[in-house]
């Protein structure tokens, strides 16, 4: 049956008569149905991906693509008058992540199953997801992220297993999402949830009974954990993420006719971050009560799992209480305790590799690290600082267990999906070879001296920016000029990645234009982030950000030189709509502190300039791409972590001896700021800055501000700029996650 015709079975009536939302569910049945068809992907082993996070965006458009028949759906709409954009529109994007680490989990569903791999994702089914970010007051407020209402891509499986929490029985539900590879094949991303999650118990925002088990379960990604009874809650949804994926594994296992026995012939399992940790013992426990040794468990479980540390950050290390493992999870913790005892004989009670400290805490990170047979870090810079400086004690005894993954992006979603404009003019360059192979890209460098194809790419870029621009006015309100410098910085907030030094920056060009000193072209400044609920200082920076969008974007002289905008409620979807309309990639976080990134290789593969430190996988861009396309500011990693052994640095030294970072920290305070903004939150920040800056914002703003200057200068040339978009694009094949996803299955999986 055609295309055309199988759509209108589903439809039930003629396109130009249907509204956009039974055009919507209409192509989600027939989206849920092709995919049905598909053949599920088989290979000898099977790779397991456990994760708190799957920030897998909208599906709709991609799952057209994947399917290939985007385009004639495309051409089917339009004959109608119909923009699938508006099509597109009508989905509710899933809000099952966070930032990066769940992208980046999402992207590697997408290349295991392009790559012809069997591989599942397993992990909850959170019915509001992490929160929905409003501003009011230009402050921060969290709402329920209802995205389950309306048709969706789930299907119920009528699947259940029994979980025990705290010695009562739960009885799971599994939901399935389709993962689409581009070859028309696909596996499955499992989400696990309790019927009785209640979402009426969610008052005032985002509180509820943290004690209620079967009632919140389920309801939020990374509760609020800052008091005893949000910390149980975390617990009770790592144990019931893992006690259902190893009753899934052992069941599909059994199913194949495997033996548990040599389980590690035909399963891996990726713990992503450490929370899914209790896998290990969890898997233990069930291969034990089939009547295994512990010693030989452990062994099988070590063999199969393999960690992914995201982070050097010490709060982002989970240590969880014994006393709270044992009310939670009391099946586990002789199990915990004999790995615990287990590392302590081999390595004669050294207390840097006890996975119980001294204050009876259980570190989930060094368990994995004992019973795992592969730890990586996410880029090379990451890694290195992982062997030789947070993890050294592990590399000094597992060295062989160590090994660089660096992070990628799946180009089908942040270049054919949202920019289909390049990806159809990069086809007709240099074919369409680079769908598969992504180091095809450099061939694009063919053309570096082509006048018109730069010109091409440029004309591209603006109608990029036309259409940020739309959704900018449309969704914030704010005017901006597609013909201005896009300059974006579109992140999770937090200190570390220091958007608070790029809204000094604005304060520095504000204050510049205010004397006379306008730029050569206007320049749009974008900000994109939520702050985690109870981060009061990364809630600050919203504020500020918000109240300088408002001072400037209302100040007649400034105005038509600089705006600032800050999107409400930054996600996928948001980042699809602007990484492609950015000229200059902001990538500023203190050196050693970003694991990698995955938004610096969205913005490089659309064609922006990295404006960034030497971290994380910036440094490797750099050394893609060469220094004239690049601008790299700021103190290394060495000189940062030097500088924090030392206790060497002091950011009043830095604000008292000079007279411009005075003044533009001063500002915040300042009369203009003052009759905006709530004068308690930015005295707050000014404070923060001049005597603590923990992530060295002063450290680096000079030196920030100096290159920043340089980068909008060169700008000017533009027959120079389009050469360094050219060569971005051009070099970020290496940044496709079917690259990273090969290197993980030849080194850690070994698929088929
Ligand atoms: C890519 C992406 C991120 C990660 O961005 P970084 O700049 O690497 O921190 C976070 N959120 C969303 C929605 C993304 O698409």
Redesign the pocket.
Known sequence: MSLENEFAEYLKKPLSNASASEIYEAMVDLVKARSAALPKIRSNKKVYYISAEF?V?KQLGKNLINLGIYDEMNRLLSANGIRMEDIEKEEKEPSLGN??LG?LAACFLDSIATLDLEGDGVGLNYHFGLFKQQFRDRKQYEVPDEWLSGKNMLRDTGVHFEVSLAGKTYESRMYDLDVIGYHGNRNTLHLFDLDTVDESIVHDGIAFDKTDIAKNLTLFLYPDDSDKNGQLLRIYQQYFMVANAAQLILKEEKEKGHDIRHLDRYVAIQINDTHPSLIIPELMRLLINEGITLKHAADIVSNVCAYTNHTILAEALEKWPLSYLMQVVPQLIPIIEGLDYAAYCAFNGNPDLAIIDDQNRVHMAKMDMHFSHSINGVAALHTEILKHQELKPFYNVYASKFNNKTNG?TFRRFLMHSNPELSDYIDHLIGEGWKSDANHLEELLRYYNDENVLDHLVEIKYHNKQRAARLIKEREGIEVDPNSIFDVQ???MHEY?RQQMNALWVIYKYLMIKRGQKPMTPITVIFGGKAAPAYTMAKNIIHLILCLQELINNDPDVAPWLKVVMLTN???H??EAVVPACDISE?ISLASK?A?????M?FMLNGAVTLGTADGANVEIRNLVGMDNIYIFGKTSDEVIGLYNSHGYHSADFYYRSASIHEIVDFLTGPELSAIGDVNMLGELRENLINKDWFMTLLDIESYCAVKETALYDYENRAWWKRKSLVNTAKAGFFSSDRTIREYNWDIWNLK
Do not use: C
């Open positions: 920030l965006g930032g990066g992208r992006i579109i992140k999770r990645k930054y996600n996928v948001k980042a990538q970003e990698s990134g995955t938004g610096n969205k």
